[in-house]
C-alpha cells in the first residue's frame, strides 16, 4: 500500500484526531506541506530531493488537485521523511562506538525491529556506569521513535537518557549530552499540548539544571528558560528562571536577549510592562 494511504487509513482509524480533512487529497497536502515547515524546506528544496518540478510539488500542496500524489512519489516521500528525521536527531560523534555504528545503519535501512531488538540488549548488558551509557539510551529511544513518536517504550528511554546526563566530565561527554537535549527538545516541539509533553519539558529543564550545576556555562541556563516558555511551563517556572538570569548576568543584557530571541516571547511582555512603569 503507498505511504500517505496508509497514512490515511491511519488517520481514519483514530478516534479524536487533531484535525479532520473532507478527503484524502485534502489529508495528502497538508502532509506535504508539513513536511516542509517542520524541516523548514522550501518548495524547490523539496523538488530537488524528490528529482520532480516545483510545479509537481505545488500540486501536492494544492487540496483541490484533482491529481493525487503517485505511489512511487509517495514512497519516495516517506524517505525524504526519515532520511530528514534521521539527520536532525542523529549524529555519529567520534570517537564512535562500532555498536552505534550498526544501529545508524539499521536505522537507515528501514530496519526498525532490528535496531530496536539489537538497542535492548545493548541497554540491559552495559554497565549501568558506562560513560557511552546515555547516548546508547538516547539511541534506544530514537530507535522506537523513528517508528512512533508516541511510543510509550521511546519515552522511558528518552528520559532515562535525560536522567543519566551530567554525570560525566569529559569534552565528548559534554558533547553526547547537547545532541541528546538538542534532539529531545525538537521531539518537544512536535509534541500536541498535553501532560506528555508537560513531562518532556520537566525532564529537559531538570537535565538543563543538573548541566549548569556541573559546569557553570550560563547557555544551560537559556536552554532551560527556553524549554520553559515553548513547553510551556508555568509562568512561575519561567520567572524563577529569568530572575537567576538577571543575577548571573544583569537584567539589561537579559532584557536585549529576550527581547531579539523569538523562543522567549511568552516573557517579553514582562520588560513591556516594566518599561511603562519605569
Not at 562500532?98 to 532490528?114: E, I, M, T, V
Not at 545493548?122 to 517508528?147: F, K, T, Y
Request: proline letters at 5%; glycine letters at 4%.
Amino acid at each position: 500500500m503507498p505511504f500517505l494511504q496508509e497514512q490515511w487509513n491511519t488517520h481514519g482509524r483514530q478516534l479524536s484526531p487533531l484535525r479532520r480533512y473532507s478527503s484524502q487529497r485534502e489529508f495528502e497536502a497538508d502532509w506535504v506541506g508539513a513536511l516542509r515547515r517542520r524541516y523548514s524546506l522550501s518548495q524547490e528544496a523539496l523538488a530537488v530531493l524528490a528529482n520532480v518540478s516545483v510545479t509537481t510539488v505545488q500540486n501536492w500542496e494544492n487540496p483541490q488537485s484533482r491529481k493525487s500524489i503517485a505511489p512511487h512519489n509517495q514512497d519516495r516521500l516517506r524517505d525524504i521523511e526519515r532520511e530528514l528525521w534521521i539527520k536532525t536527531h542523529v549524529t555519529l560523534l567520534e570517537p564512535c562506538p562500532p555498536f552505534l555504528r550498526a544501529l545508524y545503519d539499521l536505522l537507515g535501512s528501514n530496519k526498525d525491529a532490528s535496531a530496536q531488538g539489537l538497542a535492548e540488549y545493548l541497554v540491559a548488558s552495559m554497565n549501568e556506569q558506562d560513560p557511552e551509557r546515555p547516548r546508547l539510551l538516547h539511541w534506544a529511544g530514537l530507535a522506537h521513535s523513528i517508528a512512533d513518536p508516541a511510543s510509550e517504550k521511546a519515552r522511558e528511554y528518552q528520559n532515562a537518557a535525560l536522567n543519566a546526563l551530567g554525570q560525566a566530565k569529559t569534552a565528548l561527554a559534554a558533547a553526547i549530552e547537547n545532541e541528546i537535549l538538542g534532539s529531545q527538545f525538537e521531539d518537544l516541539l512536535t509534541q500536541i499540548q498535553g501532560p506528555e509533553r508537560q513531562e518532556k519539558g520537566r525532564h529537559l529543564l531538570a537535565a538543563c539544571e543538573r548541566l549548569f550545576q556541573r559546569d557553570h556555562q550560563v547557555a544551560y541556563k537559556w536552554n532551560a528558560l527556553e524549554v520553559a516558555c515553548r513547553t510551556p511551563l508555568p509562568a512561575a517556572t519561567q520567572y524563577e528562571l529569568l530572575g537567576e538570569l538577571n543575577q548571573l548576568l544583569g537584567e539589561n543584557a537579559v532584557r536585549r536577549k529576550i527581547q531579539s530571541d523569538e523562543a522567549y516571547e511568552a516573557l517579553r511582555v514582562t520588560f513591556v510592562a516594566s518599561a511603562s512603569l519605569n
